[in-house]
């Protein structure tokens, strides 16, 4: 059975959205799937998170002990540039003159 | 005081909030600003610790703001958190939700893990949701209105990863 994550919600995807979209979609918990792929359940919980990221080798295993694999193919990409550059000016800023910029965007 | 709707003050809320001491993470749209979302918003979301003590220092810091209930009825913090899983508050300073447990989440326990203080000037420095948590919580609400916002946030995600990468390297 192959795992196709629905792009519409979830784009771009994560290790962690996949899998917890796998686990979830099999019925596991965290501490069933960390049975099933023998992973510490508070590091599926950290990579559910995206706190951390697996590695691909680790990411596959884990689909698979939900019974379901990786389809993976090579594809032309495109970046959205616009929002990449809006966001990479964004990050260039402090918290705090993110959030003034946003007030004075509201106040206009 | 009549909370007018196009004030927004979220520094006040956060310094009433740290005034008393009250423990609490900062989730929503705010959160997402914080983190660099170019979204606008029109208030402020806290996932706050449901200890009694921290409920009764979060109930003085909503009589600071002068906070009511949205819907016109009378607020009874502790109830009202138990009954409903939003709690819509206008202030002062602005629209306050006050959320239990976010959808897809475990509520405060499981936000602290991954959640950073982050400086907002006039002393206020938040515990701000992980990005990676505030991507969970749209996913899990799985409304339209939010895949706009849930794209940019997958894209902070990865602008994150390269520049920590970026970091590492120059190191």
Known sequence: MR?????????????????????????LSQG??????????????????????PSFETLRDLVRACRFDLELALVPYEA????????????????????????????? | MAGRDDVFDPIAVLQ????????????????????????????IDIVPSTGEENLRRLGLALDDLDARRSDGKRLALEQDLV???????????????????PEGTRGYDDLRRAATREPLGHGVRPSVASLGDHARMLAALDREQDREPLYTLRHLIEL??????GRSIER
């Not at chain 1, 994550?5 to 917890?20: F, N, Q, Y």
């Not at chain 1, 510490?40 to 559910?48: C, G, T, V, Y």
């Not at chain 2, 009954?83 to 447990?101: H, N, S, Y």
């Not at chain 2, 994150?160 to 990468?165: A, C, G, I, P, Q």
């Open chain 1, 32 to 53: 069933e799937l960390s049975e099933r792929s023998g992973k510490d359940r508070a590091q599926i919980a950290r990579w559910e998170r995206d706190v951390v990221q």
């Open chain 2, 83 to 101: 009954r409903q899983p939003v709690l819509e508050l206008r202030t002062d300073a602005g629209e306050l939700k006050i959320v239990r447990e």
């Open chain 1, 80 to 108: 959205d540039r616009q929002q990449d550059t809006r966001l990479r000016k964004t990050l260039e800023r402090s918290p705090q003159e993110r959030v003034q910029a946003m007030l004075r965007a509201r106040r206009r």
């Open chain 2, 16 to 43: 009433a909030l740290g005034r008393h001491r009250v423990t609490y993470i900062v989730v929503g749209g705010l959160g997402r600003v914080i983190h660099g979302s170019d979204e606008l918003t029109d208030g």
């Open chain 1, 3 to 27: 795992f196709t994550a629905t792009p519409a919600r979830i784009e771009p995807v994560t290790s962690g959205t996949l899998i917890r979209e796998a686990r979830l979609r099999a019925g």
């Open chain 2, 160 to 165: 994150e990863r390269e520049l920590t990468r």
